[in-house]
């Protein structure tokens, strides 16, 4: 199926992926809340381990063939330093920094989330870019999944009935 954006299509998915790692943190046990802040997207705390993770979230929407784009993490443009946005947040509310990236295609959609201590160790590259980016092409998504400390959901898309093509539309007799 074809993915048409809507004007606000990028509210609207960057909604849907805070959300989306919302739930699932839910459902692993942490208590969560989503916050409106310079840097941070989620605040969770895991009461098993007494852990608090403040969690920027990206998410994006990848028509045919654009799949295997990275996704920019941190931008360091002009003037712009998203990296330590997220540390002072987290400095602020004694958070650990972490990054999910939600990603969906027409078919499927992966989440990712990991430390950025994580991220820097093993998958940043050089310094001085001027671009973070987390990176899409198949032998990256294999390096994340034998990575424990890379959680990862893969959510697959079936469109049973859902067509709106124009002459589908209005026909409801």
């Not at 790692?21 to 969560?32: A, H, P, T, Y």
């Not at 920019?72 to 540390?87: A, H, V």
């Not at 390096?143 to 400390?149: A, L, V």
Request: aromatic share 12%; with cysteine.
């Amino acid at each position: 199926m074809e993915i048409k954006k809507s004007s606000r299509h990028q509210k609207i998915i960057g909604n849907f992926g805070e959300i989306l790692i919302c739930n699932w943190l839910s459902r692993s046990g942490f208590e969560v809340i989503l916050v409106d802040h310079t840097g941070i997207d989620i605040i969770a705390y895991n009461p098993f381990t007494n852990q608090q993770l403040g969690i920027t979230v990206k998410s994006r929407t990848r028509n045919a063939g654009k799949e295997e784009e990275s996704v920019n993490i941190f931008s360091y443009q002009k003037e712009k330093d998203d990296r330590q946005k997220l540390l002072d947040a987290c400095k602020a509310f004694a958070c650990e920094p972490w990054i999910a990236v939600y990603v969906e295609a027409s078919e499927y959609a992966d989440v990712y989330l990991t430390s950025l201590k994580n991220y820097d160790e093993k998958y940043r590259g050089r310094g001085g870019k001027a671009i973070d980016d987390w990176k899409m092409r198949k032998k990256h998504k294999e390096r994340y999944k034998k990575d424990p400390n890379v959680k990862h959901i893969r959510i697959e898309f079936r469109a049973t009935n859902w067509d709106w093509s124009n002459e589908n539309i209005g026909n409801f007799a």
